[in-house]
């Protein structure tokens, strides 16, 4: 499909040169107001498309219809993609570059040589051989995740439109903001999706589906100390820094973390400390597969808390557990049906179905959790968060590929 790999190139290109970083501290929706500057275009182009429904939220997500071709009732499947990018480094200023019929050899970024992409530190790449790598320079993200996943859905409407020939029930799209700092579904309305059945475009290798993901909440510890002048501070002072230090060193070290722990394993990640001698807030995620695993991690934090706080009652200190996200297994081994589909659309292309549990989540973790079910599908994205990130083109048109094979399959469904 020449004409769509050329369309899905544009788009990407268009679409990662505009900054959408989030902002976790902001409550502002969305968290950035440089996101709608892609939710605008997107809008724009859903419109020139010829789209229908077309609307941009109050809560900041554009939803449109590409009304089905076929006369049988069939349910209604959505295809999302967020269009933030992370705030773990700089989404501004992006330069995409095109290494086509990549070769096998190191990649060196240009921007910044000391970063090299190769098959030891991104394994995948060993298998991309002869297809086209976009990357950065080396001096920002890239943006694939999830600008990857927003122009495979953007691709896959356009060729629904522009070939009403193929069979299908109603498709909605819809692009949400946020997803990186866990709020991409928090003000989704399921009426607003008007959906039976959704998948995010959010995943990484090539013939990911997705039915299994991180259950997420994140902890905030605060500390108020005593203060008093240093000069006079004899059994006055209790330093706020000092209580945090202890806090820190009483978190699991040498398992329960994020560099310890993989595949089925949970942990437990303090990211960020701000503060002062007087008052301390400490920032942690906490991660698990199960229910149970996910309550122990937030049981031990309490335990510190509350030892720290017998060991110095002069200081005022708390623990608050924000619910983030759940499991998308707990709903979706319940029907299957949706997983199943996309399975086999996959496999209808001969590609093998990869079904690992990813150590994160998406917005369908939410959403399936408000009972749409919505599992996830690769886009090809690889080293994200990251200056060295990268993506496949070849796989970002096969995805659209499925999605195109998962639309006729919803079509045959009753």
Known sequence: MTSLQDDIVARFIRYVKIDTESDEFSTAVPSTAKQYDLLNLLVEELTNMGAADIVLTDYAVVYATIPAT??????????????????????????????QNYDGSPIVLSGNTDLVINTENSPYLAQKIGEDIITTDGTTLLGADDKAGVAIVMSLAAHLLANPQIPHGPIRVAFTPDEEIGRGVSNVKLADVAADVAYTLDGGVRGEVIYETFSADKAIVKIAGVAAHPGYATGKLVNALY???????????????????QGRQGFVHAYEVKGTATAVEIHLILRDFEREGLAAHGNLIKQI??????????????????????????????????????????????????????????DGSRLTEMGLPTPNLFTGMQNFHSPTEWVSVQDMVLATEICLEIAKLWAEEK
């Not at 049988?72 to 290494?99: E, L, M, Q, R, Y």
């Not at 202890?246 to 310890?260: A, H, I, V």
């Open 70 to 99: 076929i006369e049988a009732a069939a349910p209604t499947v959505a295809f999302f993609a967020h269009v933030d990018t992370s705030p773990a480094f700089s989404g501004a200023n992006v330069k995409p570059i095109i290494h």
């Open 243 to 261: 209580l945090a230090g202890k806090f820190l060193n009483k978190l699991p070290q040498r398992d329960q973390t994020p560099e310890t722990t």
């Open 305 to 362: 808390v509350a030892e720290l706080q017998a060991e110095e009652p002069r200081a005022t200190m708390s623990c608050e557990i924000i619910e983030q996200y759940r499991n998308m297994r707990y709903w979706l081994e319940n029907d299957m049906r949706p997983v199943e589909i996309a399975r086999t659309a996959v496999e209808s292309l001969g590609i093998k179905v990869v079904s690992s549990p990813i150590r994160g989540g998406t």
